[in-house]
Structure formats: C-alpha cells, structure tokens
C-alpha cells in the first residue's frame, strides 16, 4: 500500500525547495501578517484628529483643553481663527473633531453660570464619531463635578455643558460608513487580479516572448495590456457605486464626476500593483498569493475597518503607504461629507504618486523579467 511513498515525499520536497518564491510566501507571509495585524487590530479609538477654536484662551479654557488631550482619546493638531476654518477642517477631513469654547467661558465659570462647549464630529466614520461623543460627554461631565467639588454655588443645571452636532452622517448610520470602504476594497482586488493574472497567463502559455519578438514596443505591449483592464475597471467602478445607491441607500452628497476623475487615479495605481505582481510571480497560483500582499493591507491598515490613528506608529506610517488608505478618504470624503475638488486634491495627488512610483518599479521588472 505505501510502496513508492518516500520516492514521492523526496520529489515534492525537492520541487518545494526548487521553488523559493512559494517557500517564501508559505512561511514568512504567515508570521508577518500576524505581527502586523496584530498590532493593527485594534476596536479603541485613541489620538483623535482635533481642531480648536478658543475663543476665551484664558486659564480654565485652558484647563478643558488639556482634559482633552490627557484623556487620550483626542491629539489636537490645529487651532483655528474661524468657524468656517473649523467646520472646513472637518470637511476637508484633516480633523474628526472640532472643538469650540466660547469668549465667555470662564466668566460664566466665575459667576457661577454655565457655559456651552460646542463640538463639531465627523459622522462619516460612524466608529470614531460614537466613541469621541462618549468621550466627550464623560469629559464634559468630569469637569462640571469638579467645578461643584469646589464647593461653588450652582443652579440646576451643570456649569460645562457640551453641545456635539453630528455631520454628514447625523444617524452613525455604519453602512454609511463602510459601504464607500468597500467599494474601494472590491476595486483593487478586481483590478489588481485583472492585470496581474493577465500576463502571468502570457508566460505561462510562453506567448508573451513571442510578442516581445513582434515590432509592438513594450511599452505598447504594457499598455495594451493595461488599456482593457482599465476600461473594465471603470464599468465595474459605476457598478459597483450604483449598487452603493441604490441597493444600500448611501447618497453621494458631492460631485459625480469629480469621483470619477479622482477613480481613475486610483485605478492607475491599482493596475500598476497587478503589473508588479505579474513581474514577481511565475506562475498564476504565485500571482494570488502575491497579490494578497496588497489585499490584505488594503483591508486592515487603510481605515477602512479600524482607524488609523489608533495604530502604533510604524504601523501608522505603513498604511499611510497602502494606496486604498487615499482612495477610501475620497470616496468617503465625496460620498458623505460633499467634499470639493481642493479639500480632496492632497490625497489625490498622493495616490497618483503612489501609482507612478509602483508603475516605474513594475517596468522596470518587467523588462528584467523578460530579459
């Protein structure tokens, strides 16, 4: 029954070690996805994105602030001149919080009055929306017992009260919040396959040297690679953001066409990763395995399920490479906070870099590749 066994062990272990590239992603991908998403993973929201209008700028203002900040849960990063400075922070998305006391805080405080802290929070990431809203209610509380500790008379009401109005998504409704993350996610998985597959099947077939012997260029070979999977890509974009309307409920408060000027940035950089995939890879189960690589950054390390700013610091600075971290801040910022063509221009033309330094990487192996 088991004649010939070890004969066949030998053979598979000798293919294994004959095949490095599979060696490599079957024992290190394993232990490094682990590390990195286990440090990733991560459900508290810490070191929120604040901005600051005080307007008092007196000692007890003061005092709130650094409650603020020592709590943890908020790092405040800006202060602002302006309600309209505030409220564009927020829908810029370079803040999730703002912050605004009134010039009469402390001289409500002495009178024994109460003063109204109003805050502005950013209802497009329903996660770090709800947690910020109990923070803030819990330090606006804190504050208001150790008022009263003071042994000061009050009337009925506390002496700080915080005022949070929720924007663009005032219901924390979380299909809101995740169906525009998604979106992103589902595109660079299509996109990067479509590319990456394509010509990893040239070379196993064995035909894509024999196109190299044709007068086609290479750069017009990679284009005409690239070319259909782009258009394919475009269709499956207004797929699947008509699905995101109409079957999930989820409006797109700005600009259409802007969202699909700025989708063919991101498909850019997604077609390329497929390209440097393909150049990594020898055969089409490689290709896959490679290609998670990219998948699963994109989904743990992008914000799109865990926020960013949560995250240990190398691992921060590890998704801000992830080119899905810019694309879900546009889709979310257009979608849900109406943002324009400057509030979101930063994010776009990182991504746009992003794509072309991936795109030079990928040329650059594939003409070593064929060589």
């Known amino acids: 029954m088991f004649r010939g066994l070890g004969s066949i062990i030998y053979k598979e272990v000798f293919h294994i070690f004959r095949d490095p590239k599979t060696?490599?992603?079957m024992l290190l991908i394993p232990g490094m996805d682990m590390i990195v998403f286990g440090y990733a993973i991560d459900l508290e929201v810490r070191n929120i994105a604040t901005s600051v209008y005080n307007l008092d700028g007196r000692r007890e203002s003061r005092e709130l602030l650094d409650m603020f900040t020592n709590s943890g849960y908020f790092a405040i990063t800006e202060?602002?001149?302006?309600?309209?400075?505030?409220?564009?922070?927020?829908?810029?998305?370079?803040?999730k919080v703002a912050v605004r006391i009134p010039p009469d805080y402390t001289d409500q405080l002495v009178r024994g009055g109460s003063a109204t802290i109003q805050v502005l929070l950013d209802g497009s990431d329903s996660t770090v929306a709800?947690?910020?809203?109990?923070?803030?209610?819990?330090?606006?509380?804190?504050?208001?017992?150790?008022?009263?500790?003071?042994?000061?008379?009050?009337?009925?009401?506390?002496p700080v009260e915080t005022r949070p109005r929720v924007l663009f998504n005032p219901d924390m409704k979380t299909p809101n919040f995740m169906i525009p993350g998604l979106v992103a996610i589902t595109m660079q998985q299509v996109t990067l396959m479509l590319t990456a597959l394509s010509i990893v099947r040239e070379k196993e077939q064995g035909t894509l040297e024999q196109l190299m012997v044709t007068p086609v260029s290479r750069m017009g070979l990679m284009l005409g690679k690239l070319i259909p999977c782009a258009i394919i890509g475009c269709v499956e974009t207004a797929i699947v953001l008509t699905i995101m309307v109409v079957v999930f409920q989820v409006p797109i408060a700005g600009s259409v066409g802007l969202l699909a000027l700025f989708s063919l940035a991101?498909?850019?950089?997604?077609?390329?990763?497929?390209?440097?995939?393909?150049?990594?890879?020898?055969?089409?189960?490689?290709?896959v395995q490679f290609a998670f690589v990219f998948i699963l950054p994109a989904v743990?390390?992008?914000?799109?399920?865990?926020?960013?700013?949560?995250?240990?610091?190398?691992?921060?600075?590890?998704?801000?490479?992830?080119?899905?971290?810019?694309?879900?801040?546009?889709?979310?910022?257009?979608?849900?906070?109406?943002?324009?063509?400057?509030?979101?221009?930063?994010?776009a033309l990182i991504l746009t870099g992003i794509g072309f330094v991936v795109l030079v990487l990928a040329a650059s192996r594939f003409h070593k590749t064929i060589d």
């Open 23 to 25: 060696l490599f992603l």
């Open 79 to 95: 202060h602002v001149h302006s309600e309209e400075e505030m409220t564009r922070s927020v829908v810029q998305g370079r803040t």
């Open 130 to 158: 709800m947690q910020a809203l109990q923070a803030i209610d819990a330090i606006g509380l804190s504050k208001s017992l150790d008022i009263i500790a003071e042994g000061v008379n009050r009337r009925d009401r506390l």
């Open 266 to 287: 991101f498909l850019f950089t997604s077609l390329g990763m497929g390209l440097l995939t393909s150049t990594l890879a020898s055969n089409q189960i490689q290709a």
């Open 300 to 347: 743990l390390l992008s914000g799109f399920m865990f926020p960013l700013e949560s995250m240990p610091t190398p691992i921060y600075w590890l998704g801000q490479a992830v080119p899905a971290t810019y694309f879900i801040r546009i889709l979310r910022g257009i979608i849900l906070r109406g943002a324009g063509f400057y509030d979101l221009l930063p994010q």
